[in-house]
């Protein structure tokens, strides 16, 4: 157990600045414009750096095959907010996912980047699979295992960390005035389907659709609850577009496992679109999709990840069809603390037995490694932070890990006057976050979820708190 503890004191020490930060469980801070269109108060700047790991880093956490070769890079890509109060930072990387204190990590290396605290960022992954899964409280529990098992080398991780440091620091210079927002969406055709629409008699999950599938049984089902809806929020200096956020929600995975990295289809169709439009920063942020793939629609192939790019494209532009900017009057930012609880199907001695089990496969030790890593979290009291942007009557909403649609669903019926666009995948340490309902069916999703079945009213509690503007 000394293994356990030594991380867990690790953990608080790396939470504590991001923990004095937070303060409140709820704060809100506005901005009324009364200036001319020609005077504008706020400000906004954009940034990218490229976070490609090197040849031979693990992938997906380290249960698949690591980087052999790169396909096509992997970035991240955000905005600051200037201008009222303090700074607001938003971020969407090109990883699978980014736990614990490795969060608190990336958003304090932001916030200290553009003069604020770790409270105003929200960094967000976009969860492809070729692509690094960061949790450096289970690194080092695995390192201390001396068996060759890794989850990522920390010399890249601090390298991006500098990255994005350097990049806030020569974007901030560079801010534009802020002055229109506007919105626009478009159903997207033949890509999202719900994973869990296989139950038996007993009300139980019987097999999952995952993010390819080549079972006719599973085709055949209906596509199941999804959104259908690709939302664009943009922003604008005068009438020149500066910015445009993608919203989706799918599981970003066409093929993957086989040591090339790639931003998989999501990622391509941003780059895409970021190429015919140059002087405008396009940024694609994976929607709440724990219990959404592609799987209906995808058998696995290269070509089905031709196709499914495309289709996500052609949602990306038909939604900025419907863009019609207006001058922004209001702005807030909201947070919510959540301190969840851990799911009863885990132990810190069955967690700790699977660790240290050597005939297990690296995916069966290195998981349970995180789960000791959250185990840990959660004693220290460390939070899930919720967070809301709202300018005039839109909202962008950043939910952690991999919160199931119903979340995004449930965001949009508690405003159903205001655009709601969801970002999930934000602080990974949960893993996947059900519903309350989805906890007796069982299924994957539910038999790898970090926290108790209380999660359901915790974040509902939260989106009711930072939902209104």
Same mark, same amino acid.
């Given at each position: ?10 953990? !608080? ?63 991240? !890509? ?11 930072? !938003? ?79 020569? /974007? ?119 219990? !959404? ?10 070509? /089905? ?165």
């Amino acid at each position: 157990m000394s293994n356990h503890t030594n991380t867990r004191r690790s953990f !608080i020490k790396k939470s504590a600045i991001a923990t004095a930060y937070a303060g409140s469980t709820l704060a809100q801070q506005s901005f009324a414009s009364n200036q001319a269109p020609n005077q504008p108060t706020l400000k906004i700047a954009t940034f990218r750096f490229d976070v490609t790991p090197p040849t031979g880093h693990p992938l997906c956490g380290g249960w698949i095959t690591p980087v052999k070769s790169v396909s096509d890079n992997l970035e991240a !890509i955000g905005y600051v907010i200037l201008g009222f109060d303090k700074p607001v930072v !938003i971020c969407a990387v090109d990883w699978t996912g980014i736990l614990n204190s490795a969060h608190v990590a990336w958003r304090t290396a932001l916030a200290q980047a553009a003069g604020t605290t770790p409270d105003r960022v929200a960094v967000q992954c976009v969860h492809q699979h070729d692509a690094p899964f960061v949790c450096i409280d289970a690194e080092k529990l695995v390192a201390k295992q001396n068996d060759a098992l890794i989850i990522v080398q920390m010399d890249f991780f601090n390298a991006c960390l500098n990255k994005a440091t350097q990049a806030i620091k020569e /974007a901030i210079p560079r801010a534009r005035p802020l002055t229109n927002i506007a919105q626009g969406e478009s159903k997207v055709q033949k890509v999202a389907s719900n994973r869990r629409v296989a139950i038996g008699p007993n009300g139980k999950i019987t097999k999952m659709r995952g993010s390819a599938s080549k079972d006719p049984e599973l085709i055949a089902l209906p596509e199941g609850l999804i959104d259908p809806m690709l939302k664009t929020v943009a922003f604008y200096d005068g009438e020149k577009r500066v910015l445009a956020c993608h919203y989706y929600a799918t599981h970003p995975m066409s093929h993957y496992g086989q040591g090339n990295v790639s931003s998989d289809f999501v990622g391509l169709a941003r780059k895409q679109r970021q190429k015919e439009d140059p002087d405008c920063t396009h940024i694609y942020f994976t929607g709440a999709s724990g219990n !959404i793939s592609a799987g209906k629609y995808n058998n696995g192939s290269p070509e /089905a990840r031709v196709e499914l790019t495309q289709r996500i494209y052609e949602g990306i532009t038909a939604s900025e069809k419907n863009l019609k900017p207006e001058p922004i009057t209001s702005i807030s930012w909201k947070t919510h603390e959540l301190l969840a609880s851990v799911n009863p199907l885990f132990t810190i001695e069955s967690e700790t037995t699977l660790l240290e089990n050597k005939k297990n496969q690296p995916a069966n030790r290195i998981r349970p490694a995180m789960r000791l890593a959250w185990m840990d979290r959660v004693k220290a009291k460390t939070p899930i932070i919720l967070s809301a942007l709202h300018i005039n009557k839109t909202s962008l909403l950043h939910l952690p890990a991999e919160s199931f649609l119903e979340y995004q669903l449930k965001a949009q019926k508690l405003q159903p006057d205001r655009f709601v666009a969801t970002a999930a995948y934000g602080d990974g340490g949960p893993w996947y976050i059900p519903v309350k309902e989805a906890y007796p069916q069982g299924g994957y999703e539910v038999s790898v979820a970090n926290c108790a079945d209380t999660i359901d009213a915790q974040m509902t509690e939260g989106m009711k708190k930072i939902l209104t503007a």
